[in-house]
């Protein structure tokens, strides 16, 4: 996704999702006492939130409101309807201003809009401790506090990005739909509505799936270097391996595998890549064909079945909008292992790979995010869980009853290299696949994938952590200096 704060911020590539405790938007915290920053940062205190009115809006306030809506992000601002909204005394009216925020070009609009939201609420959005700049600030606060929407937000909402992204109306058209459309934000670009299998680049600004990229055996993928990361997929006795740098340029890839039709979306701000299945769930039989929306909810991306023109939760795989989610479709995972090309190739050496083009000629930079997200998340979080870091790696899992447990993934790696066992009540993590990996203490597997903390503990509040030994640091091998050159492309190493 590209940089929070106006159009015109941004040309780094990378989208993202990742979605809501098994079925829904994630919980919002209600503890006044959780962080937000960067992965270092300690608890800061939430400001007290404020109170808030019931009921239908002030026919005044509510024809400032029209007037702001109507006259969208990029106007001239109107600064006797934000003085109307900001001496309102209806602090559910602050959503709207982060969504204006969220959307204007001109610096005298966000002055305004900054300065209204302060007179309402009583909050300072430029305390760096809740973010970078002041719309980050002011939508944590937002998430943190819970406040409700205003009457009549979404079709608001829909009336701002709308006009950016006419191919997002669907989504708004499902008034059942578990979207919380407070937390959802534009992220940058706009919905990939290219048809299935297509190898053209967008001629939107969109982030193209990459659909049946070419594949070649282990031999041919001399070119990848052996300490690069891959993201391994493995179905009955066929695996394949999806370098990271080529993910984060698609951030989804259709393929075949085992003879299964699998969906791979990465979600790039909460470093999470998932697996699905999409056989068998539309009517008509036809696979299901996933796309990045452009749109993100609490710094995860959504994605939208281009048949269906459902929303995805993309964390969870639970249809959120749309008639897959009257269906109650829920997408089938399958375990991500994240291992790098060495230690995959070594554990299957009959795996795959995606072709160094992607079958598509393209060339790729090595380091396509170039350290976008090194300082801390880029997009609202709301309050993070302080047990481990905001984008400490962990390994996400939930049990056979649905139980969410996580292992703080560089420390485990270190125990179980050492000999030690990794164990969380009845789960256990092993490393014997190429990565980590959980499964039952009696052998079952679970289907587990890699994730950045802040992502994995919002989605799934109440989770189990196996915490790193005293004095271990959890981020490690995380942190780092963006590479010389990261925008080359991967040269053949020399073997």
């Given at each position: 996704?590209?940089?929070?704060?106006?159009?015109?911020?941004?040309?780094?590539?990378?989208?993202?999702?990742?979605?809501?405790?098994?079925?829904?938007?994630?919980?919002?915290?209600?503890?006044?006492?959780?962080?937000?920053?960067?992965?270092?940062?300690?608890?800061?205190?939430?400001?007290?939130?404020?109170?808030?009115?019931?009921?239908?809006?002030?026919?005044?306030?509510?024809?400032?409101?029209?007037?702001?809506?109507?006259?969208?992000?990029?106007?001239?601002?109107?600064?006797?309807?934000?003085?109307?909204?900001?001496?309102?005394?209806?602090?559910?009216?602050?959503?709207?201003?982060?969504?204006?925020?969220?959307?204007?070009?001109?610096?005298?609009?966000?002055?305004?809009?900054?300065?209204?939201?302060?007179?309402?609420?009583?909050?300072?959005?430029?305390?760096?401790?809740?973010?970078?700049?002041?719309?980050?600030?002011?939508?944590?606060?937002?998430?943190?506090?819970?406040?409700?929407?205003?009457?009549?937000?979404?079709?608001?909402?829909?009336?701002?990005?709308?006009?950016?992204?006419?191919?997002?109306?669907?989504?708004?058209?499902?008034?059942?739909?578990?979207?919380?459309?407070?937390?959802?934000?534009?992220?940058?670009?706009?919905?990939?509505?290219?048809?299935?299998?297509?190898?053209?680049?967008?001629?939107?600004?969109?982030?193209?799936?990459?659909?049946?990229?070419?594949?070649?055996?282990?031999?041919?993928?001399?070119?990848?270097?052996?300490?690069?990361?891959?993201?391994?997929?493995?179905?009955?006795?066929?695996?394949?391996?999806?370098?990271?740098?080529?993910?984060?340029v698609h951030e989804l890839v259709h393929l075949t595998l085992a003879g299964q039709r699998i969906g791979i979306p990465y979600c790039t701000l909460c470093a999470s890549a998932h697996a699905y299945r999409l056989d068998g769930i539309a009517p008509g039989g036809e696979p299901l064909v996933l796309r990045t929306s452009g749109l993100l909810s609490r710094s995860n991306k959504v994605m939208v079945d281009l048949r269906s023109g459902s929303a995805f939760h993309t964390f969870t795989g639970r249809a959120a909008t749309g008639p897959?989610?009257?269906?109650?479709?829920?997408?089938?995972?399958?375990?991500?292992?994240?291992?790098?090309?060495?230690?995959?190739?070594?554990?299957?050496?009959?795996?795959?790979?995606?072709?160094?083009?992607?079958?598509?000629?393209?060339?790729?930079?090595?380091?396509?995010?170039?350290?976008?997200?090194?300082?801390?998340?880029?997009?609202?979080?709301?309050?993070?869980?302080?047990?481990?870091?905001?984008?400490?790696?962990?390994?996400?899992?939930?049990?056979?009853?649905?139980?969410?447990?996580?292992?703080?993934?560089?420390?485990?790696?270190?125990?179980?290299?050492?000999?030690?066992?990794?164990?969380?009540?009845?789960?256990?993590?092993?490393?014997?696949?190429?990565?980590?990996?959980?499964?039952?203490?009696?052998?079952?597997?679970?289907?587990?994938?890699?994730?950045?903390?802040?992502?994995?503990?919002?989605?799934?509040?109440?989770?189990?952590?196996?915490?790193?030994?005293?004095?271990?640091?959890?981020?490690?091998?995380?942190?780092?200096?963006?590479?010389?050159?990261?925008?080359?492309?991967?040269?053949?190493?020399?073997?």
């Amino acid at each position: 996704m590209r940089t929070p704060r106006s159009l015109v911020l941004a040309t780094c590539i990378a989208l993202v999702a990742c979605t809501g405790p098994i079925g829904s938007e994630p919980a919002a915290p209600s503890s006044a006492s959780q962080p937000f920053g960067a992965p270092s940062a300690s608890p800061v205190r939430w400001p007290d939130a404020p109170s808030v009115p019931s009921g239908e809006l002030d026919p005044v306030v509510a024809a400032a409101v029209d007037r702001l809506v109507a006259a969208g992000p990029n106007a001239p601002p109107d600064r006797q309807a934000l003085d109307t909204l900001a001496e309102s005394g209806d602090a559910r009216l602050a959503w709207l201003l982060s969504d204006l925020l969220r959307l204007t070009v001109t610096p005298d609009a966000e002055d305004a809009l900054v300065d209204a939201f302060r007179r309402l609420t009583e909050a300072d959005p430029g305390d760096p401790r809740f973010g970078a700049n002041p719309w980050l600030a002011l939508t944590n606060l937002l998430i943190g506090w819970d406040l409700p929407a205003p009457p009549g937000y979404r079709d608001h909402k829909a009336a701002l990005l709308l006009t950016l992204e006419p191919a997002w109306e669907p989504l708004f058209e499902d008034a059942d739909g578990t979207l919380d459309w407070r937390h959802v934000t534009w992220g940058g670009v706009l919905m990939d509505t290219r048809t299935a299998g297509s190898t053209e680049g967008c001629e939107r600004s969109c982030i193209p799936s990459l659909d049946d990229p070419a594949l070649t055996d282990a031999v041919d993928g001399d070119w990848y270097p052996d300490d690069r990361i891959v993201f391994g997929i493995k179905v009955g006795d066929e695996a394949v391996a999806l370098p990271k740098h080529i993910m984060e340029v698609h951030e989804l890839v259709h393929l075949t595998l085992a003879g299964q039709r699998i969906g791979i979306p990465y979600c790039t701000l909460c470093a999470s890549a998932h697996a699905y299945r999409l056989d068998g769930i539309a009517p008509g039989g036809e696979p299901l064909v996933l796309r990045t929306s452009g749109l993100l909810s609490r710094s995860n991306k959504v994605m939208v079945d281009l048949r269906s023109g459902s929303a995805f939760h993309t964390f969870t795989g639970r249809a959120a909008t749309g008639p897959l989610r009257e269906a109650g479709v829920v997408l089938e995972p399958l375990t991500v292992t994240v291992a790098t090309w060495a230690e995959w190739r070594a554990a299957h050496p009959g795996t795959r790979i995606i072709a160094r083009d992607g079958g598509i000629g393209r060339a790729y930079p090595a380091d396509p995010l170039c350290g976008r997200d090194d300082a801390g998340p880029i997009f609202p979080t709301g309050p993070l869980d302080v047990r481990l870091p905001a984008q400490a790696a962990v390994i996400g899992v939930l049990g056979p009853g649905g139980e969410a447990v996580a292992f703080a993934a560089d420390a485990a790696r270190a125990d179980l290299e050492a000999g030690r066992p990794v164990t969380l009540g009845d789960v256990e993590l092993v490393g014997d696949d190429g990565g980590l990996h959980a499964r039952m203490r009696d052998g079952r597997e679970l289907v587990s994938h890699q994730s950045f903390w802040f992502a994995w503990s919002q989605f799934h509040p109440t989770t189990s952590l196996w915490a790193p030994p005293a004095g271990a640091d959890p981020t490690a091998g995380h942190s780092r200096t963006p590479a010389e050159g990261c925008w080359d492309v991967v040269d053949p190493p020399n073997r």
